[in-house]
C-alpha cells in the first residue's frame, strides 16, 4: 500500500514539473519572438575625414533596436547635413551629435572659414591704411597699391590703382569672429587676413612689397547660414 502512494506522488510531481516546465518554454519562445522597439539612426555610408563638410550623399538611415541606440545619436540627415566632421568617422559608423561642428559657431580654426578653391593670406596695415581699424572680420574690401614712380626728377610721382576688388576678410589681428559675438575688448591691429584665390593672393604679396596698400571699406556682405557671404552680392 506504501509503496503504491510513492508511485502516485510521483507520477503527479512529476506531471506537474512538466507542466510548468511547459510553461516556462512557453513564456521563453513569446519573449524571443516578440520584436524589441527599434529606432532610426544616421550612419556614415562611406568613410568622412576630419574637418570635412558633411553632404547627405555621404550619409545613410538604419533601424536598430532602441536599447542599442548611443547617447547623441542623430535620427535625420538634416541633423548632419552641411556640419563639419570633428574626428574621422568611419563608413558604418553611427553619426554623433557632439562630434560635428557648425561653421558658423566655429570660433577655433579660421582654416575653416576658407573657401573651396580660395587661400588666406596676410598683409600688414598701419592706423590709416586698414580704415582706422574699423574693417571687421566677414567685412568686404578693396584694395588700393600705391608706388611712387621713381623716375620722376623734381616732384614726387605717386601713383595709385585698385589692385583687387571685393576681397573677403576672415580676420583682423587674431580676431576672426563676427564683432556681435565676441566679448573681447577692443584691440588695435597691424595684419588684415583676406581670403583670395592663389594668383590674388601672390599679387597681393608682391604689391606689398613693391609698394604701399590701402583698404576701401564696402558696404557690409549679406551672409549666407553656412556664415558664408552671399554669391552674386553687389555693394
Do not use: C, W
Not at 64 to 85: D, H, R, Y
Not at 95 to 118: A, D, N
Amino acid at each position: 500500500m506504501r509503496s503504491k502512494m510513492v508511485l502516485i506522488l510521483a507520477l503527479a510531481m512529476g506531471m506537474i514539473t512538466t507542466v510548468l516546465f511547459y510553461q516556462y518554454m512557453a513564456k521563453f519562445d513569446k519573449k524571443e519572438t516578440t520584436s524589441a522597439p527599434t529606432i532610426e539612426i544616421v550612419v556614415a555610408k562611406e568613410r568622412i575625414e576630419k574637418n570635412e563638410k558633411i553632404t547627405a550623399e555621404k550619409l545613410d538611415v538604419i533601424q536598430i533596436p532602441e536599447e542599442s541606440a548611443l547617447p547623441q545619436t542623430l535620427s535625420s540627415i538634416s541633423q548632419a547635413e552641411g556640419k563639419l566632421a570633428d574626428a574621422m568617422i568611419e563608413k558604418g559608423e553611427p553619426i554623433l551629435g557632439h562630434r560635428l561642428v557648425s561653421q558658423k559657431e566655429e570660433t577655433v580654426y579660421v582654416s575653416r572659414k576658407v573657401r573651396e578653391g580660395y587661400r588666406a593670406v596676410s598683409v600688414s596695415f598701419n592706423l590709416p591704411q586698414s580704415v582706422t581699424n574699423l574693417v571687421e572680420p566677414e567685412d568686404e574690401v578693396d584694395v588700393i597699391f600705391s608706388k611712387e614712380d621713381k623716375k620722376a626728377v623734381d616732384v614726387p610721382d605717386f601713383r595709385a590703382s585698385i589692385l583687387l576688388e571685393k576681397a573677403r576678410v576672415l580676420a583682423v589681428g587674431r580676431k576672426f569672429t563676427f564683432p556681435e559675438n565676441t566679448k573681447e575688448p577692443y584691440v588695435e591691429y597691424t595684419a588684415v587676413t583676406l581670403e583670395l584665390m592663389p594668383a590674388d593672393a601672390v599679387k597681393l604679396v608682391k604689391a606689398s612689397q613693391d609698394g604701399s596698400l590701402h583698404l576701401m571699406l564696402r558696404t557690409r556682405p549679406i551672409m549666407k547660414a553656412d556664415a558664408n557671404p552671399s554669391e552674386g552680392n553687389e555693394s
